[in-house]
């Protein structure tokens, strides 16, 4: 990885880190839909002139359908569920369950995609789900008041991101990235313009909860796509991929630092196991087979 693509990837996991502090002041004043409307329809609208060109727009015509389809698995119902959750949990707490995506994408597509797991990966998922537990185990309240329907909104989020991911690769890895994101978040912002309208408050919205909106939709979804996607063609798949492991600390230091939350002994060590059975599970961490631990030259001549 060159050092331009280090730095955008440092922006892009502040940024996204930051996503979930915009979330967290917004969403109870806009709530979740009208939210992932502002952020979706500005997004769509700054990304738009990605496509002037006839080609481009002919090609988001021809996979409507399929755009659509990725708009809301990909887009409206996991940043709903995001927005929902952070109503009631901590960006920072929020980022590290989410941080649990490759865990579902790497499930789902072994199950419904023919993508093969390996015996590691098994360790690294079990790992995972073990941070995930070591997270949340004394949250788990299912009563009224109690946290457990706003954590399982967050892993609904992560599984709505590894079945859009598995769907995108095996269907739609032919179409350029520039339609992928511009003509997926269009579809997104239209399937979300009646129900956020409808669902739109009545009291006035202050200033404050419009800038994290606004800041939302420009930085952490509009430049945060050209990072991610300028970062995908420049360093792959693997250097892209290794912004999950960063968006949660980002998202715990901007938490710390911004709305004054707890970092506990729970949540870093919860963080800590999480992110290495997610690094295990996604192969960033490999172990060698006992015997091939060391190659034995074959003899001169």
């Keep these: 990885m060159s050092s331009a693509d280090a730095l955008r990837l440092l922006l892009l996991s502040s940024l996204w880190g930051l996503s979930f502090i915009f ?57 709903s569920l995001l927005a929902l959750a952070t109503t009631r949990l901590e960006a920072g707490f929020t980022s590290l369950i989410n941080a649990t995506t490759p865990i579902f994408t790497a499930l789902l597509g072994a199950a419904f995609f023919a993508t093969p797991v390996q015996r590691q990966q098994y360790l690294g998922l079990a790992l995972a789900l073990l941070g995930v537990y070591v997270l949340s185990a004394n949250r788990l309240d299912f009563g009224l008041g109690g946290d457990g329907w706003f954590i399982i909104a967050v892993l609904g989020a ?9 769907y995108s690769k095996t269907r739609l890895s032919h179409l350029p990235t520039r339609v992928l994101a511009a003509g997926s978040s269009a579809m997104s912002a239209l ?10 408050p009545s009291e006035p919205i202050s200033p404050l909860a419009w800038g994290n909106a606004l800041a ?17 063609a420049s360093a792959g798949a ?6 999950t492991f ?15 939350e707890t970092l506990s002994l729970q949540v870093v060590t919860g963080m800590v ?12 961490l490999r172990f060698k087979p006992r015997g091939a631990l060391r190659t034995p030259h074959p003899p001169h001549e």
């Excluded at 992560?158 to 598995?166: E, I, K, M, R, V």
């Excluded at 693997?238 to 912004?243: D, F, L």
Aim: charged share 5%; with cysteine.
């Design 246 to 260: 960063l968006v949660p600390v980002s998202a715990l230091l901007w938490g710390y630092l911004l709305l004054d």
């Design 238 to 243: 693997t250097a892209a991929s290794t912004v």
């Design 191 to 200: 399937v979300l313009l009646l129900p956020g309208v409808l669902l739109w």
């Design 216 to 232: 939302l939709a420009m930085l952490s979804t509009t430049l945060a796509f050209l990072l991610y996607f300028g970062l995908l």
């Design 273 to 284: 196991v999480t992110l290495l059975g997610t690094a295990i599970a996604t192969k960033l």
């Design 158 to 166: 992560t599984f709505c991101y590894g079945l859009a991911g598995n």
């Design 23 to 79: 979330m967290r002041v917004a969403a109870p004043e806009f709530g979740p839909l009208p939210l992932v409307l502002v952020r979706m329809g500005i997004g769509a609208l700054l990304l738009l002139p990605l496509l002037l060109s006839l080609h481009y727009v002919r090609l988001i015509w021809q996979h409507k359908g399929p755009l659509l389809l990725l708009g809301v698995v990909n887009h409206v119902l996991p940043f």
